[in-house]
């Protein structure tokens, strides 16, 4: 891409780069040199900065820490075959959700060039931190929120966009046992939950933490009106494989439409399996589980690409769910993704952007 946006950069004295071990690297731990911050002041986005990565000093009355008008995006890069290119998924994607969670959250627009450039001139400042080993990536989160120094209600009128990014590895280590949620809530209808809004997570975290103490990684959400049907699991969205069918959730304005649950459907067409995208109810998913037809179940997001579903807890019983070997959908989904991340398998719908 041709830069035709000013992005002033900073450079850090000292990298941390060669004192970070990358062998065994957590999720979300360990962040790179550099970071981009732009301001939204008077109606315009203006002073488009990289700088060290590092603590901001921000407003005690910021609506952000008070309100949670905040929202995020999280995305990955990869490094390319030959380590000269770095292969992000599908960023158009990610830019166009934050504006929809922007509308919906009352926060400005972010134009594609600020939000492309950007990415693209961090990215390629701090290129060396994009981790070679299997599993590993960099993990981008661009975020927004409200920079306005009021603690009264009104949509605010300042706000700061930055990008961090992070070296992570495997977001589960395992596959995950999860329990079907029917009292607490993640999202309801007219609510803010097919926005990627900070708030969400936050809420979510109790409830899930509820399910940890009782043994489970996480939680399958129902809609929060009836508590009948499936809606993510965790912070990601559903898919079983049901009968041969691949079977997730509809969108809806309770669900996130996730990046990975639509390169998930898209390749799944792409090879002539049949999909279903459905309200699923409680009950079809027990009686399926109980007839022994649920083939597959995991929940597809950015962090973990993939995350197999081991066993499913319902009203106290437990259903566990055929061996992972034998999961042939999701493995081949899975292996294809991460191919086509690293440029390892062609790029037929043209979701690598390289920088
Ligand atoms: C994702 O998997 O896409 C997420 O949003 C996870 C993140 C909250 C850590």
Redesign the pocket.
Known sequence: MVETLRISSTRIKESRLASTDFSNIP??KVFTDHMFMADYRAGEWKNLRIIPYGNMPTSPATPALHYGQSI?E?MKAYPSANGKEALVFRPLENWKRMNVSAERMCMPHIPEDLFMESLAALIDLDRGWIPTEEGSSL?IRPFMFSADEFIGIRPSLDFTFMIILSPVGP?YSTPVKVKIETHYTRAVEGGTGYA?AGGN?GGAIYPAKLAQDQGYHQLIWTDGKTHEYVEES???NLMFVIDNVLVTPGLSDSI?A???RKSVLELAQHWGMPVEERRISVIELVEALEQGRVQEAF?A????TIAHIELIGHEGKNYSLPPIDQRLFANKVLTELENIKRGKSPDPFEWIYRI
Request: charged share 5%; aromatic share 24%; no cysteine.
């Open positions: 999720f979300g995020f999280g993990y977001y990627k997570y965790g912070t990601m996130l996730g990046i990975t929940g997001g950015t962090a973990a």
